[in-house]
């Protein structure tokens, strides 16, 4: 249930209302826009009266709201959120690109990929450090070593960090890490998902490989329910019949999230097409339809890539995509 508070009510009699429903045994999740403030009802509201409430003097409409998702949800919070890492702002008319190698792979490797990509305007540098891997054969990453050289690849460039936490256990070991992805494969990881909501680190959270949109969000709401508000969510392709593409990027899931919820939703056209050639059209569509931000991944010698070198981008068409999308970014705010 959402309660809508009329203009220029006083802290004072608002703080007496989210008392008095706080007595109800809810828990009030408190939305202030810059003309009216939205109290979020979460917990059993079955024992509210919903025209008692909407009576009060101070309240200017009261709804039910049905989907399961409470925080996250753009009725319970109209503005957008941004969060902020650092100096860079993500959502809210805030476009971030995110770029690196899927892999951190060595010092020369990472430090020359952040430096290209930085040049290219790219945000915040991305590498895998503990990859999930479909089998157990295959690189699965340099682990505590390879945080360690995605931070000085930080030094050398100023770009904040981002990378993949797979456990529970590994987290004291991203401490100093900028942004903690959860990969499409720990989605509904919930025990991760709520020791991430205790941090307040910014969490990418990334689209899981068969999850609905109102799957995505119950697992932004694990989150978020356990104290941590910064979440950026992630389209990055999911599992339907066709094989041509690594995955199918649903890019209506969007305008779509854009909807549903106020935080930012970024693409990852990398791992939605595993196409090297796919990735900067999808990239432009991306933009165009509204996202607030890429996750594109660029290696400076694709072939010898220890991961996803097929789709991965070289530094050089990095840099005209990423001008490609800020053309379009530009023509979308007209
Ligand atoms: C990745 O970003 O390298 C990755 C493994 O992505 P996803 O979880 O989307 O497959
Ligand atoms: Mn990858």
């Known amino acids: 249930m959402i309660v809508v508070m009329k203009p220029g009510v006083t802290k004072e009699s608002r703080d007496q209302l989210i008392h008095w429903l706080k007595n109800l045994g809810l828990d009030i999740h408190i939305s202030e826009g810059a003309y009216q403030t939205v109290l979020g ?23 039910r709201v049905t989907e399961p998702f409470k925080c996250c949800n753009r009725k319970f919070h109209p503005e957008d959120t941004v969060v902020e890492i650092g ?14 190698p899927c892999s951190v792979e060595s010092e ?36 505590a070593t390879g945080l360690e050289l995605l931070k000085i690849a930080r030094a050398e460039t100023g770009l904040p960090i981002v990378s993949e ?16 992805q959860v990969g499409a494969r720990n989605m509904q990881n919930f025990d991760l998902l709520r020791e991430l909501g205790k941090t307040n680190k910014p969490i990418l959270l990334k689209r899981g490989l068969a999850n609905t949109l109102k799957e995505l969000l119950m697992s932004a709401e694990y989150i978020m329910a356990s104290g941590n508000e910064r979440v950026i969510l992630c ?31 970024i693409v990852d056209p990398s791992h939605a097409t595993g196409v090297n050639r796919l990735v900067p059209p999808m990239a432009m569509a991306a933009a165009a339809c509204g996202a607030d931000g890429l996750i594109i991944e ?17 530094p050089e068409q990095y840099e005209e995509v990423a001008e490609k999308v800020r053309e379009i970014r530009r023509v979308i705010a007209k």
């Open 87 to 100: 100096d860079v702002k993500v959502g809210k008319g805030h476009f971030c690109m995110i770029a690196g």
């Open 298 to 314: 660029v290696h400076n010698d694709p072939i010898h890539a220890l991961c996803d070198g097929a789709q991965s981008l070289r």
């Open 165 to 180: 936490i797979m456990s529970t256990e590994a987290l004291p070991l991203f401490e100093d890490v900028d942004v903690l």
């Open 108 to 143: 020369e490797q990472i430090v020359a990929v952040a430096k290209a990509v930085k040049a290219s305007g790219a945000d915040m540098l991305r590498g895998g450090a503990f990859k999930p891997r479909t089998s157990p054969y295959d690189f699965d990453g340099l682990k």
């Open 41 to 63: 009802l979460v917990g059993d509201t079955t024992k509210v009266d919903m025209d008692l409430v909407s009576s009060l003097e101070i309240v200017d409409s009261v709804k």
């Open 235 to 265: 389209e990055r392709g999911i599992r339907t019949f066709d094989d041509y593409t690594r995955n199918t990027l649903d890019l209506a899931a969007v305008p779509m999230l854009h909807e549903l919820t106020h935080l930012p939703v």
